[in-house]
């Protein structure tokens, strides 16, 4: 985001010949303040508080990859069967993802296969509707903001017209009006519609390591042996590597942009 504005800047000079006319920090910041204020205030009181800083731990890149967690999972269904429990639980304390953690230690504690899956579904649907708030409320802020851009250029009209005698304050006017539609595309295009495409890419990857977790964790349940637990799960791996559609195999969890707000994962059945 900051290269591609960087980049824009630098082209707007080699056009235009002096950025400086290109700053207004009061119309920047009533584009800004004013998008960003009108978005949070759509969603409900208890959104923008921690939106911040789970937004920033959702665009941290992620160490782990669906190779890895396949092979994890493996790994788990092959000890459960060697191991002993002392051994299991020693193991488990190792695992990053927190639902694969928490889905096998229910399968230590001999819960049955129904109420694992329904633990699972549950945590994993949560998760995802967190994810999609953070999505809708970054799609909200792209949206507003050539909104409030346009609302900046009539206020500066309407100066403009308050001080009709004055040729350069109607020239400053004008520059100050037009500006703000300018900021609007700008932070639109080039801040919230990027953000809106890294949360959007972090859900997809977040779904496809979930739909493993899910399906891995139901064949170790059902004692199935490790090899063909990771036959079953290298299709997801092989999916992603070359960045198939998620259509190109059945899961039981998708994301759907469009979907319903709090509803956006759809059970295959």
């Not at 092959?78 to 230690?105: S, Y």
């Amino acid at each position: 985001m900051l290269v591609g504005t960087a980049v824009f800047f630098l082209f707007a000079r080699n056009i235009m010949g002096d950025i400086p006319l290109m700053v207004n920090f009061k119309s920047g910041a009533l584009v800004l303040l004013g998008t960003i204020v009108g978005g949070l205030l759509t969603f409900p009181v208890h959104t923008p508080g921690g939106f911040l800083s789970s937004l920033r731990g959702s665009l941290k890149p992620r160490s782990r990859n669906l190779e890895d967690l396949v092979q994890q999972i493996v790994a788990l269904a092959r000890l459960k069967r060697v191991a002993g429990l002392w051994e299991m639980n020693r193991k488990i304390d190792t695992v990053g993802h927190p639902v694969l953690r928490r889905g096998f230690q229910m399968i230590l504690d001999n819960h049955d296969r129904q109420r694992v899956e329904m633990a699972l579904k549950k945590e994993i649907n949560l998760y995802l509707d967190h994810l999609q708030i953070q999505f809708n409320v970054v799609s909200r802020l792209a949206r507003l903001a050539p909104v409030f851009g346009f609302v900046g250029t009539i206020i500066g009209l309407i100066n403009v017209l308050n001080h009709i005698g004055s040729s350069e304050q109607i020239g400053q006017g004008m520059a100050a009006a037009l500006l703000t539609t300018f900021y609007g595309l700008l932070f639109a295009n080039f801040l919230f519609l990027p953000l809106a495409g890294r949360v959007a890419e972090t859900i997809r990857r977040e779904t496809m390591m979930l739909n493993v977790i899910f399906d891995g964790l139901v064949a170790v349940c059902d004692k199935r042996p490790p090899l063909e637990i990771a036959h079953h799960l290298k299709s997801y791996a092989d999916a992603d590597l070359s960045r198939m559609p998620s259509t190109s195999r059945p899961q039981r969890f998708r994301w759907h942009i469009r979907g319903r707000s709090a509803g956006q994962q759809e059970m295959v059945k």
